[in-house]
């Protein structure tokens, strides 16, 4: 299906025209064929001599109803232009003309109208004039009239030529439909609909309601006034959607693929048309059928920011455009830069974002967004419209590569620092890291680790560093020294105060394996747990705790915890009168 929009100023017989194309009512509300003018967006459809179908968003043209035709030429990609004979360009002519040439709508047709009432010529060539100048170029012009008939099977050849050169719809593409209308069909619900301009619906699908995030599902779909059980973009679409109240979702709001829009308030834009510094401190900006005040920031001389009144979902590249409604005036088309674009606080922000901006030029740029960014997740780049093709560096987080050696390079720094700053512990806490280095989440400090760095039970260490700091290792080595010759007399808790192991500084040495803790206080020598074996051994098994006692030359403060480690690990063995028998060495 091809969707084409009306455009032309009012009373120069668009609706008329649609009417004689299609067999069908464009204007649907009593009140606009009491007054013979379209008030609201009309939908007809009629099959072209091809065999395509092509659907028509008719508009209205008084000046009043500018904002609907905005909302109805919105989301449509290709314009049948309306002037008539007798009356030629006129004041709506011009603004709808200059909505389209904003929003970028590069194809269309001319349709001179009331050709039976005056002359076409003069209408036409003004028309075609005006119309070269913008974004739809040199179109081809039909001169009609709906009371005759005359011209008519030359606008339907007209208009099967400008179907062949449409572009095709993506057809994966996420869904955002922009909703036109909602009603309430009785025994169904709340219906919208809208031009779909890309991807599918199916019946089932769960979609999300732009302005609240809301998830929907899909109860019914109609195209053309027939159920279907899915419909495929480019189509005009009526989706029956499940337990929604019909005022919760108008005209403006969008239903979207979940989780891949961003919806945002605050973006940052290229203009086409007048100079940023011209622009009135509030307009409205119109894109797809949302109109929606906005304050507009000039940063340079074609950039300008703007807060919306309320949020969007909006994509890198998007085109919009804004509009000063007290003066009828469409000061330009806007091209989305950024839909998340940096804070401006500190003197000197708007001038450099300026010059970030200068740069950019709406096309989606994986690496520019990496390099301003530094970090980001992929799900939020492809939710602002930027297609990631890059590995990620951790979960789903990408880097910029140079900002990324950089914080590995930190990362070793930090943790050199940290071992100096804390010599007692076994390496530095990620999470301590991942504040040093500012880091969103410690996934990403984990993947900083590279040899010889290592990142063991939460900590990153400097391999092949001692892991012992000087003055324990000193300590210990004096340990070792002075009970050579008495290798299970653990030293006495002043003993090892006075040689400077204290609480942290044991351990240390006991997570470091350069001692062994049997209790509180009560430290031997690592290798004392195999030589006790040996010595045990060597007794008549079983053996009492006091002949264990006596052959490991040592007290009950060491050869009772002793003895219970060598039970758990399976060396001794408890018998059920106490006494012990060595079974194997210790595991
Ligand atoms: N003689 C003649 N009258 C026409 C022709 N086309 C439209 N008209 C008349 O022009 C008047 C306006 O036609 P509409 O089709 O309502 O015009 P419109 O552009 O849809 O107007 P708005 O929707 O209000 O902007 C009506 O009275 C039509 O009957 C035509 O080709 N010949
Ligand atoms: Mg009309």
Redesign the pocket.
């Known amino acids: 299906m091809y969707v084409v929009a009306t455009a ?10 649609v009417r004689a194309l299609t067999g069908m009512e464009p204007d649907r509300w009593a009140e606009e064929r009491r007054r ?3 008030i609201d967006l009309g939908f007809a459809w009629t099959t072209l001599p091809a065999g395509g179908t092509v659907a028509f968003v ?1 508009v ?3 000046e009043r109803f500018v904002p609907n035709m905005l909302a109805g030429v919105g989301p449509v990609p290709a314009a049948l232009v ?1 002037v008539a004979a007798d009356e030629g360009w006129m004041p709506q002519s011009a603004e709808h003309l200059a909505a389209l040439h904003a929003l970028g709508v590069s194809y269309g047709l001319l349709a001179v ?5 005056a002359d076409p010529g003069p209408a036409l060539w003004q028309a075609r004039a005006e119309i070269a100048a913008t974004s739809l170029g040199a179109v081809e012009a039909v001169p ?4 005759t008939g005359a011209g008519l099977p030359e606008l339907r050849a007209a208009l099967d030529r400008l179907a062949a050169r449409l572009p095709a719809p993506a057809p994966d593409a996420p869904v955002r439909l922009w909703v036109d209308r909602s009603f309430t069909v009785r025994g169904s619900g709340t219906v919208v609909t809208g031009t779909l301009g890309g991807g599918g619906l199916r019946v089932g699908d769960q979609l999300e309601l732009a302005a609240t995030g809301e998830p929907v599902r899909v109860r019914g779909l109609h195209c053309l006034g027939a159920a279907r059980e899915r419909v495929d973009a480019v189509a005009r679409v009526a989706v029956n959607l499940r337990g929604v109240p019909k005022d919760r979702v108008a005209r403006g709001d969008a239903l979207l693929t979940p989780g891949r829009f961003h919806r945002t308030d605050l973006l940052d834009v290229r203009l086409a048309g007048d100079p940023a510094a011209d622009l009135p401190a509030t307009l409205t900006l119109h894109v797809g059928s949302a109109a929606v005040p906005a304050r507009v920031r000039p940063l340079g001389a074609d950039t300008v920011r703007l807060r919306l009144a309320r949020p969007l979902p909006l994509l890198v590249g998007d085109r919009a455009l804004l509009r000063d409604p007290g003066r009828h005036h469409v000061s330009g088309g806007v091209t989305v830069l950024d839909v998340a674009p940096p804070l401006l606080r500190r003197r000197g922000a708007a001038a450099a974002r300026a010059a970030v901006l200068a740069g950019l030029d709406g096309r989606p740029d994986l690496a520019g967004e990496l390099r301003r960014r530094a970090l980001v997740r992929a799900g939020e780049l492809t939710r602002m419209g930027v297609p990631v093709t890059a590995a990620p560096v951790a979960g789903d987080w990408l880097a910029d590569p140079e900002h990324w050696r950089g914080l590995a390079t930190r990362l070793a720094e930090e943790t050199t620092r940290y071992a100096r700053e804390h010599p007692l512990e076994p390496g530095v806490p990620v999470e301590v890291l991942r504040r040093r280095l500012d880091l969103p989440d410690r996934a990403l400090v984990e993947a900083l680790v590279r040899p010889p760095l290592s990142l063991r039970a939460g900590r990153v260490t400097a391999a092949g560093a001692d892991p012992l700091p000087a003055p324990v290792a000193r300590a210990v080595q004096r340990v070792r020294a002075e009970y050579a010759e008495h290798p299970f007399r653990a030293p006495e808790a002043g003993r090892l105060a006075t040689l400077g192991l204290g609480p942290r500084e044991i351990g240390a040495a006991v997570r470091a394996g350069a001692l062994l803790r049997l209790a509180e206080n009560v430290v031997l020598l690592p290798g004392a747990v195999d030589d006790a074996v040996r010595v045990l051994a060597r007794l008549p098994q079983p053996f009492t705790l006091s002949a264990a006692r006596q052959a490991l030359d040592t007290t009950r403060r060491v050869a009772v915890p002793l003895l219970e480690l060598l039970d758990r690990r399976g060396a001794t063995r408890r018998l059920p009168d106490d006494a012990r028998e060595v079974v194997g060495p210790p595991s």
């Open positions: 032309g100023h009012v009373d120069h017989g668009k609706s008329t025209l013979g003018m379209t008719d209205p043209g008084h309306v109208t009331r050709a039976d009432l009609v009239s709906a009371v």
